[in-house]
Nanobody, 126 residues
Framework: QVQLVESGGGLVQTGGSLRLSCAAS????????MGWYRQGPGKQRELVAV???????NYADSVKGRFTISRDNAKNTVYLQMNSLKPEDTAVYLC????????????????????WGQGTQVTVSS
């Protein structure tokens, strides 16, 4: 199995910065895309940013120029640097990873699964 553990959330004033981290652990052979999603109060979950294994990135329009996603493949970790934070960025931020896992005996086949972290709260005060 695979576990994703996020850290780095908290309370910050408008214009401030936070850096989120998400470390994956478990029976990991490799990780494809890693990304960050968020769900604000009364809102649907939305994609914030995604980074491929080759470090290509994609961002939601609402965070372009303010947020930067990066990853460390050696540490199975993805980061989200958030600058110029706004009250509308307030949400629970969730890490997501598409993971290739080692075979589980007696099977000899690798498996691919989509995994989520438990979420970390980001609150931006006005």
């Amino acid at each position: 199995q695979v576990q994703l553990v996020e850290s780095g959330g908290g309370l910050v004033q408008t214009g401030g910065s936070l850096r989120l981290s998400c470390a994956a652990s478990g029976s990991i052979l490799s990780i494809n895309d890693m990304g960050w999603y968020r769900q604000g109060p009364g809102k649907q979950r939305e994609l914030v940013a995604v980074v491929t294994r080759s470090t290509a990135t994609n961002y939601a329009d609402s965070v372009k120029g303010r947020f930067t996603i990066s990853r460390d493949n050696a540490k199975n970790t993805v980061y989200l640097q958030m600058n110029s934070l706004k009250p509308e960025d307030t949400a629970v931020y969730l890490c997501n990873a598409n993971v290739v896992t080692f075979p589980a005996p007696p099977s000899t086949a690798t498996r691919v699964g989509n995994y989520w972290g438990q979420g970390t709260q980001v609150t931006v005060s006005s």
